[in-house]
């Protein structure tokens, strides 16, 4: 006879625990259901910030136009002026987003990044002084924070989405 085996659900408001055989704690998720994970996820910071970083992406390449040479494809990319990876504070900052196509967005604006850093101050020098500014300031994503900005994505209120306004 198995061995069973008892294990808590990862989303801590519901505690039940699900006793689970071997095979089944192989499948076994970490939540009783479907509705336990969605749950934890909508307040899971990592899964927020993922989530809403494809919803961002997505209203920048609605432009439709690249911002460097003009052309409008099907297939448009979100470029972030200051990288995500090292200025996380600046992720969902509008000012620091702009819709390119695949060519300039791949073989200029990461291949050559001094001449890039050059063009978007000479075309864009008041978002080039506020992103300078608040480059290095480091303000922690908030749930609450993270709803707000995914509200106004949905929204198309690109005015909210500065986010050291």
Known sequence: MPVKRSRKCKYSECGKKNILTPSGLKRWSGY?????????????????????????????????????????????????????????????????????????HNFWWHLEPMESRDWFAKRFPQRDKYLRAVKETIKPWTVDELHKIREYIKNKDLKKLVRFA
Request: net charge positive; proline share 1%.
């Open 32 to 104: 009783c259901n479907r509705s336990c994970k969605t749950k934890r996820n909508q307040n899971h910071i990592p899964w927020l910030k993922k989530t809403i970083q494809v919803e961002f992406n997505a209203l920048v390449r609605e432009k439709g136009v690249c911002e460097r040479c003009g052309n409008n494809f099907k297939v448009m990319q979100c470029s972030h002026v200051w990288s995500i990876g090292s200025h996380s504070n600046l992720r969902f900052d509008i000012l620091n987003a702009l819709c390119m196509c695949g060519h300039c």
